[in-house]
Antibody, heavy 118, light 109 residues
Framework: EVQLVESGGGLVQPGGSLRLSCAAS????????MNWVRQAPGKGLEWVSY????????YYADSVKGRFTISRDNAKNSLYLQMNSLRAEDTAVYYC???????????WGQGTLVTVSS | QSVLTQPPSVSAAPGQKVTISCSGS????????VSWYQQLPGTAPKLLIY???KRPSGIPDRFSGSKSGTSATLGITGLQTGDEADYYC??????????FGGGTKLTVL
């Protein structure tokens, strides 16, 4: 059974940093591209970042470019999102999602809440 | 304001059919597959339709998808109260960004 479990969320002050993790199991993690998607309270889905299976190709949404860094450790079956210079508008539930060839996200984690507030 | 436009809400009675539209442009829907996601209250999104009209294993055939030009449509027949959820369309853009519609809240009256 495919499982994605996010962790690392919490309350952080504006300008602060946080590192999210996503532990994957039930599939060959190193063969799949992965993404982070977020959802602000009461709002819709917003794509954040993509990473290829090897980690060699990375994309970011304009809203986080230069502040967030996606990475992965295939030996640990884990995906990460380093978030720096956090702003109030980064407050959201962050989901990791597995990517399929056709451009869709076939499995999602349960999400981890990040709250940026003083 | 999302690049992909969906109606904010739709409603229909149990047993009826409803459609949800998703409008984009040639730089996104026009040249990429469309997927649809169901998000039940308090839960993570779930893939309903991928590659415009394919259903993952376990998704009933009451759910269907189609695409024409720069628009896509999700159809749900035989509505059930358990279908009440937010529905999102998704695709990729030529700028190498994934896009989601603003979401449509389905109410089963």
């Amino acid at each position: 059974e495919v499982q994605l479990v996010e962790s690392g969320g919490g309350l952080v002050q504006p300008g602060g940093s946080l590192r999210l993790s996503c532990a994957a199991s039930g599939f060959t993690f190193s063969s799949y591209e992965m993404n982070w998607v977020r959802q602000a309270p009461g709002k819709g889905l917003e794509w954040v970042s993509y990473i290829s299976s090897s980690g060699s190709t990375i994309y970011y949404a304009d809203s986080v470019k230069g502040r967030f860094t996606i990475s992965r450790d295939n030996a640990k079956n884990s995906l990460y999102l380093q978030m720096n210079s956090l702003r109030a508008e980064d407050t959201a539930v962050y989901y990791c999602a597995r990517y399929q060839e056709g451009g869709d996200f076939d499995y999602w984690g349960q999400g981890t809440l990040v709250t940026v507030s003083s | 304001q999302s690049v992909l436009t969906q109606p904010p809400s739709v409603s229909a009675a149990p047993g009826q059919k409803v459609t949800i539209s998703c409008s984009g442009s040639s730089s996104n829907i026009g040249n990429n597959y469309v997927s649809w996601y169901q998000q039940l209250p308090g839960t993570a999104p779930k893939l309903l339709i991928y590659e415009n009209n394919k259903r993952p294993s376990g998704i009933p055939d009451r759910f269907s998808g189609s695409k024409s030009g720069t628009s896509a449509t999700l159809g749900i027949t035989g509505l059930q109260t358990g279908d009440e959820a937010d529905y999102y369309c998704g695709t990729w853009d030529s700028s190498l960004s994934a896009l989601f519609g603003g979401g449509t809240k389905l109410t089963v009256l």
